[in-house]
């Protein structure tokens, strides 16, 4: 008799995908923040994010006492968006680098809601965040603008999670549009919150 090579019992790799996850097309766009992912290419990557980025660290440096409020108990306040934010840049980065260099790994799982049930952002202020923001931005654009003609192409598997067979152009339109969904996100807090300081 045979062992499996990945069969109970035994250590997968990162890189091996559960068997009961079912790879799901990615999608293409998101009619809630109106973005399409083919709008982003290597050559406007940098311009899209930093405006994205800069509006949202505006915003939440905007925000006040404001940023620590949730609207309603589904929402999260405006700093845990934009420490959300700040984490997707800190794990699609990681995504990114990781499919350059093995042939289609899975990505980590972020674990959003745990993260914060989990408490794990009670330590930040609106001050860190912000600056986290530009740093990580800055980073993010480094490293995109560092890879070579045809990287874009290399695929991944998102996360267990997010269960979609993507290339890295893919992922890193999606940079872009977490900061620009999660900015939506955070002004519509501002609008719910009203003008009180
Ligand atoms: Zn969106």
Do not use: C, H, K, M
């Given at each position: 008799m045979t062992t499996p090579r990945?069969?109970?019992?035994s250590t997968s790799p990162a890189a091996a995908l559960p068997h009961y996850i079912v790879v799901m097309p990615a999608p293409t766009s998101c009619t809630a923040c109106d973005?399409?992912?083919?709008?982003?290419t290597r050559h406007n990557f940098a311009a899209r994010l930093s405006v994205e980025n800069e509006a949202l660290v505006a915003a939440l440096s905007s925000?006040?006492?404001?940023?620590?409020?949730?609207?309603?108990?589904?929402r999260w306040s405006v700093l845990e968006y934009a420490a959300h934010v700040r984490d997707v840049l800190i794990s699609i980065r990681e995504r990114v680098i990781l499919a350059v260099v093995l042939e289609r790994p899975t990505g980590v799982a972020m674990y959003r809601d745990e993260r914060v049930d989990a408490g794990?952002?009670?330590?930040?202020t609106s001050g860190d965040v912000a600056e986290e923001l530009q740093v990580l931005a800055r980073l993010v654009i480094a490293t995109v603008s560092s890879l070579g003609d045809g990287v874009q192409d290399r695929t991944l598997?998102?996360?267990?999670?997010?269960p979609h067979e993507v290339t890295i152009g893919w992922a890193i339109a999606q940079l872009v549009h977490e900061v620009r969904h999660h900015l939506m996100d955070v002004r519509e807090n501002l609008t719910l919150l009203g003008d009180a300081p």
């Open positions: 990945w069969g109970p019992g973005f399409s992912w083919d709008e982003i925000a006040g006492a404001r940023a620590t409020r949730r609207p309603s108990p589904a794990l952002y009670r330590n930040d598997v998102f996360s267990p999670q997010s």
